[in-house]
């Protein structure tokens, strides 16, 4: 046989949930722990084979994944294999690290985890209170002074629709293009104790985002929350096309890649 | 003055928020990371005065709490101390440890933390799924056959009102009675993921305990959950009064004292 790999392997989609804390983010870095090395030495420690996995989207270190997706080729060995006992095998090989494959499916030979994406949700989680709050150190940003949830959420529809959303993307960032179209940025809240403390969450949709953009976006909301920003103010920030312009950059920790939709 | 101290005391009743996972418990142990010593510590650091504290309840190794209440006496200094500003301070002191005090109320001389409880309540969380939640992991029991809730809730209604909980209690309890009356024992659950998981949350009040007796329940509900007791054999359990007829005792890491009302 000529094409003994092409003819007989599987393309899987797997969809990935892990907290992100310790990891220097998806990304292989040679020296520094990441998602996509664990997942990938998970893979060839059950499958004995080296494969490359491929992401929807890099999180960046600290970010945590509900429901991150990723794809590889994976050759037929002797029985074929199903979705459940794949993710269970791997899971099995993946303890004690925080990573979880919630499902896997096998997909067409065609599909991109990275270029077939059409949508992205991301979460962006703040307890809003003076005390830290230690059951979730690490899965939340705590954020001391109140923050007016109202005027947070009625400003972030500024930001909604398409632009050049240079103001709120790392300086690092390598995309070519600082345009994007923003289809959903909501801030809403909840009671997160009995004296008063409050969760904040803000939502997010886009069918691809910048580095940092969330993180930007939700740190300039903050100033809005603050009253250090009027509305106006976040809409001057968005139009100098200007790093400098806009808000501070959040924490990692925070942030949640909930779902990516094909 | 012969009584400097007693004129000068105040009580204070503290409400704490701790991750439980690291530590032996709520109780001082010999060489043992304990919550009670690390707030202890705390009010010595910030208040240069040695006290005890007592609380409504011992929590176990590895419970969390997001309403302990606890009470200690502090001589007042040169100037009055706020609750506000004691819990900042001892909040301040306490990091990095997973404890927060989210309230501290000066109280009646005569208040006990212990004593004057009349009702608590404790939430025990399931994630029932196959892939482990690796977010959460010392948060939540991982429990991977699918679970009935509905069964589950039905059947725990046999173990409201008064009862002889012997079936139910650590053969190392110390209460001198083993009789109860549970208020509530509530199961519920709600989406986890979006790809069938499920949260499920045991609520359940009591003006008091006994020793495993939260986690001894919720174990003799999984057994109605996946169909292996029916709601007659939970009746037949609690009728039996003997720890041996009880279900097994689920991981500390799930549950979580959320209140205590006074």
Request: hydrophobic fraction near 40%; aromatic fraction near 10%.
């Amino acid at each position: 046989m000529l094409f003994p790999f092409a003819m007989s392997a599987t393309r899987w989609k797997i969809t990935i949930e892990y907290k992100g804390t310790a990891y220097c983010g998806w990304q292989r870095q040679d020296g520094m722990p990441s998602i996509q090395q664990d997942i990938e030495d998970a893979i060839e420690a059950f499958c004995q084979q080296k494969i490359t996995l491929y992401a929807a989207g890099r999180t960046d270190s600290g970010v945590h994944a509900k429901g991150q997706v990723a794809h590889f080729d994976l050759d037929y060995g002797e029985r074929p294999l199903g979705g459940y006992n794949l993710a269970k095998a791997l899971n099995a090989h993946l303890r004690p690290a925080p990573i979880t494959i919630v499902k896997a499916e096998a997909v067409d030979a065609e599909f991109s985890a990275r270029y077939d994406a059409v949508n992205k949700l991301y979460l962006y989680r703040i307890i809003n209170r003076p005390a830290p709050p230690p059951l979730e150190a690490e899965l939340v940003w705590h954020y001391k002074k109140t923050l007016d949830v109202a005027a947070m959420h009625e400003a972030a529809q500024v930001l909604t629709g398409h632009h050049d959303f240079t103001s709120f993307r790392d300086t690092h960032c390598q995309a070519k293009s600082p345009e994007r179209t923003l289809d959903r940025l909501d801030v809403s809240a909840r009671a997160y104790d009995d004296y008063g403390g409050v969760e904040i969450m803000v939502e997010t949709e886009a069918r691809a985002f910048l580095h940092h953009q969330v993180r930007n976006m939700v740190g300039s909301l903050t100033l809005i929350g603050t009253g250090k920003w009027t509305k106006e103010d976040l809409q001057d920030a968005l139009a100098a096309k200007d790093r400098a312009a806009g808000g501070p950059t959040c924490p990692s920790d925070g942030l949640y890649l909930m779902r990516v939709d094909y």
